[in-house]
């Protein structure tokens, strides 16, 4: 049997379709969200840097051999798992607030993000991640990243 072909997003010149397919080897299913495709694209041309897509759609059989939540936004199309050239960084938890991304999680060498709705504040959704992919709540990187954002709008 020969692979899926997935055709490409034509607005998604820096990415290939099959990069955001399930990595289960089996279903080769999913389709992003046109709202994560828009702030991924967002993210992709504020960073101008390369960027390496670890995982996004994810199948509930592959979700749950990775460790992944029952409520994870993979499920649904809804985030990305991203590694590259200083991800994570304050700089680019920034540049993804900015994208517009709700879920942050920061891990040692790569960023989970996802676009769930934003709480009243504003502010992201922040986790850490630990020994063994263990999600802690709150990222100081996050925190700080937010914080300089809010000064910045204050200033006149």
């Excluded at 840097?49 to 460790?67: D, E, H, M, Q």
Aim: charged share 20%.
């Amino acid at each position: 049997m020969s692979p899926r072909v997935i055709p490409d997003y034509p607005m998604m010149p820096n990415f290939t379709a099959n990069e955001f397919v399930c990595k289960c080897g089996i279903c080769r299913g999913g389709m992003m969200t046109q709202r994560l495709l828009n702030s991924l694209d967002a993210l992709r041309r504020r960073w101008d840097k390369p960027l390496t897509v670890n995982s996004a759609f994810r199948c509930p059989y592959y979700n749950r051999l990775v460790g992944g939540s029952s409520e994870s936004q993979h499920l649904t199309g809804n985030a990305v798992d991203l590694s590259g050239e200083n991800v994570p960084s304050l700089e680019f938890v920034k540049a993804a607030i900015y994208a517009g991304f709700g879920g942050i999680g920061v891990g040692a060498n790569f960023i989970h993000l996802d676009v769930r709705k934003i709480e009243a504040r504003g502010e992201p959704v922040a986790w850490t991640y630990g020994v063994g992919g263990k999600r802690h709540p709150g990222s100081v990187m996050v925190e700080v990243a937010w914080a300089q954002m809010m000064a910045e709008e204050e200033k006149p």
